[in-house]
């Protein structure tokens, strides 16, 4: 996995008020984590955070005043409306070491022309380097039928990359389509639910 280059900028000022600054000057408030150091409050510029986050487990490199890390993004969090950035929180990380990180679950190919496609998850926790994050796991249903589970543990994953999810959990699964009323019977039944309704309403009458 590359690297993605990001320019940080030591930070001083804490509070909502010192964020709010932050970003006005379109730049995101972050906190750099990990290895035992006293976490370390950054400004990163905006743009290119919000390019980079679009990679799943990317790879930060921060290089700036006094700092040059590698670092794996562990929490996002964004304008609920707008959807920019508003804060990073970044753990240190060091070529080689292993990680447990969230990775994409794909499909490829189509299931049985009767059954269909119910996945369930769409990404998996596995353990890996730092620097060989996968960038997802592909799984190949074509032809696949009715009944068919895939677990867990039936996924191939990449070398050097472990499975941490429970290995009898559920990635996916082929059911059956619903079976939907014929159109003649579809006609009935709503010819005998006027047919009610008419006679309702003519009882209702005579009563009064």
Partial sequence: ??????????????GKGAARKIRRASKVPAVLYGHGIDPKHLTLPGHEVLL???????????????????????????????????????????????????????????????GLLDQQLVSIAVEAE??????????????LVIGTVVTAADLKLPKGTTLIADSETVVLQVIAKPVEAPAEEEGLAGEAAEAAEVAGAEEAASAE
């Fill in 52 to 114: 980079a986050l679009r990679t799943a487990n990317v790879l930060i490199r921060l290089q700036g005043d006094g700092v040059d890390e590698l670092a794996l993004p562990k929490g996002v969090q964004r304008d609920p409306i707008k959807g920019f950035v508003e804060h990073v929180d970044l753990l240190l990380v060091k070529s080689g070491e292993k990680v447990t990180v969230e990775i994409p679950v794909t499909t490829v190919g189509d299931v049985n022309s009767e």
């Fill in 130 to 143: 730092a620097t060989h994050i996968p960038t997802g796991v592909e799984v190949d249903v074509e032809g």
């Fill in 1 to 14: 996995m590359s690297e993605v280059r990001i320019a940080a900028e030591p930070r001083t000022e804490f």
